[in-house]
């Protein structure tokens, strides 16, 4: 009976997603950061999160999936001064329509790695101030734009190495304002 329970345990905790929001509250500190998660390879994660201001976040994800549709919050969103997220290795899935499946504003700042964003609206929206380095990622098949930046000052970013295609407004835009 015992063996059967676990099981049955084990099964539906691999089928179904778990959210990234609830993990991302819970997170502790490590490497630095006042948040760390290091994600499953083998696990679905569900929704996205606002990150906490003028907190240091850090997610290793390890190749784990992160579907934004099936959340709460569909979407990352990191803001405010002194707001750092660092993501590497993971794959961003369906964003929700309207929004950008990473979100950077308020002079937030992050160093994105190793990403695949697939079937999202916007992938990656940079806004004014930040300092962001986007490397090595992939950015397909989005609604609107892949990568979208609105600053008047391209030196607070790097972005090197990434592949973006199938975008239907288009792979890259910066759009130049007084922010």
Request: with cysteine; hydrophobic share 35%.
């Amino acid at each position: 009976m015992f063996k059967v329970i676990f099981f049955l345990c084990l099964f539906s905790t691999l089928a179904s997603g778990l959210s990234l929001d609830s993990l991302y509250q819970l997170a502790q500190p490590g490497e630095g950061y006042d948040k760390l998660l290091v994600l499953d390879s083998f696990q679905v994660y569900e929704g996205g999160f606002s990150s906490d201001n003028g907190k240091k976040s850090c997610i290793h994800g390890q190749g784990a999936i992160i579907d934004l549709s099936n959340g709460a919050i569909q979407k990352i969103s990191v803001q405010g001064i002194g707001t750092v997220l660092d993501i590497d290795r993971c794959v961003i899935i369906n964003g929700s329509a309207g929004s950008s499946a990473l979100d950077y504003s308020d002079s937030a700042s992050g160093k994105l790695n190793h990403l695949t964003m697939v079937d999202n609206y916007d992938g990656i929206r940079f806004w004014c101030g930040e300092s962001l380095t986007l490397k090595n990622s992939i950015v397909v098949n989005t609604a609107h734009y892949g990568v979208m930046t609105i600053d008047s000052s391209m030196s607070f970013f790097s972005i090197s190495y990434n592949d973006c295609w199938n975008n239907q407004y288009g792979n890259y835009i910066c759009w130049f304002s007084s922010c």
